[in-house]
């Protein structure tokens, strides 16, 4: 039998692992955060060097920590996050074991789960939230003629500066802030066309004098449910001084819809003409990082995850952390993860405490993402 006193297991040691973390232990339960990297940062100091949060420190936190450091209308970089999630991870009272890579979850006789990592432990647990994120798993479109093309090809969780790529000629494929964030930076020292399937979307990112994540705070519409957003945003769309759209409407940035095919040297746009290019960025989004779950049977054929709100509806105290809109449009960023960490844990600790009611929480219509 489980009880509510065996561990609550989180897979990922970044900020959802973290904020689950933070979230289990105000329920009175304990968590063992097992995180593969070398320190429970997450996936943080891998991305590229210049990264820039679109959202101020100010709403850039997690529960119980002010993100500090200044001035809280600034824009973290890259580097601040890694810091503030050290700090973070340093002030809970967890036990946060790392460079340790879950294998496989599989359900224990009796309740609860064996959690088996990569080094042959075995590790008993009452529940799991699988908090693992997706930049372990890019995602690349396919595309015809790409297995073909033999220049350099990348995604943006696999690029790091704009040096290596002075004076080439280079696609950014996308239409996201990661996209146009890469493909400006390359600009002055590169020829970068920006291929995306519909015009950009530029959203300000200040208005009337104050930054848009204010606005979204004050009206509460960083909570709407995923229902209500996939009605309201149909493609992704960048926030902007002016900076970026100035860029292609000045000729520095080149935007052309998708190309509609590779070449073994280059590309082939809607208008039939033929280019040649040295690399592709693909800004192209990620999918959740899940392979451990596929012996469990909690994932659809697509590797995706079937859950109301990150509550898993095929496992009882099987729950999902840091999934893009999981509850809402914050629900895998630092400003809004903890809200969902809350409701999961809340949900978990009910169902432990009650000798199980998962089913009645799961009666929505499950999500597959």
């Known amino acids: 039998m489980t009880t509510s006193g065996e561990s ?3 897979v990922g040691g970044g900020q959802s692992g973290l904020a689950a973390a933070h979230a289990v232990l105000a329920a009175g339960l304990r968590p063992v955060v097992l995180e593969a990297g070398a320190e429970p ?3 943080w100091p891998d991305y590229y060097d210049s990264l820039t949060l679109f959202s101020p420190a100010r709403f850039s936190a997690l529960p ?3 993100f500090g450091g200044g001035d809280p209308e600034r824009y973290p970089r890259r580097d601040e996050v890694v810091a503030y999630l050290r700090r973070y991870a340093s002030g809970i009272d967890a036990d946060i074991r790392t460079g340790v890579r879950v294998a496989a979850v599989r359900q224990r006789p009796g309740g609860g789960y064996l959690v088996h990592t990569d080094s042959g432990d075995e590790i008993a647990a009452a529940g799991v939230i699988a908090a693992s ?6 995602h690349l479109p396919a595309l015809p003629g790409l297995g073909d093309y033999t220049g350099e090809v990348r995604h943006v969780a696999q690029y790091r500066r704009p040096e290596t790529y002075a004076g080439k000629r280079v696609i950014v494929v996308g239409a996201g802030n990661s996209a146009i964030q890469v493909a400006h930076e390359l600009a002055p020292i590169a020829r970068v066309t920006l291929a995306t399937r519909a015009p950009i979307q530029f959203v ?3 208005i009337r004098g104050r930054d848009l994540h204010h606005w979204l705070h004050a009206t509460r519409a960083d909570r709407l449910p995923r229902a209500v957003l996939t009605r309201l945003i149909r493609h992704a769309a960048v926030l902007d ?6 860029a292609i409407m000045g000729g520095l940035l080149t935007r052309r819809d998708m190309v509609t095919a590779f070449t073994p040297d280059g590309v082939r746009w809607p208008d039939g003409a033929s280019e040649p290019i040295d690399a592709v960025i693909f800004a192209t989004g990620y999918r959740p990082n899940l392979g451990y779950l596929a012996a469990l049977g909690a994932l659809t054929p697509a590797g995706m995850p079937e859950h109301v709100g990150g ?3 095929t496992h009882p105290a099987l729950a999902y952390l840091g999934l893009e809109f999981q509850r809402s449009f914050s629900s895998n960023t630092l400003r809004g993860v903890g809200r969902d960490a809350t409701h999961i844990v809340r949900a978990l600790a009910e169902h432990l405490r009650s000798g199980g009611r998962w089913a009645q929480l799961t009666r929505r219509r499950p999500v597959r993402r």
Do not use: H, K
């Not at 994120?133 to 890019?138: A, C, E, K, T």
């Open 241 to 246: 001084t002016g900076v970026y759209r100035d």
């Open 64 to 66: 119980g920590l002010a």
């Open 133 to 138: 994120g997706s930049f372990g798993n890019p």
């Open 204 to 206: 300000p990112q200040r």
């Open 8 to 10: 609550v297991i989180i």
């Open 311 to 313: 509550v898993s509806t």
């Open 41 to 43: 940062v997450g996936s």
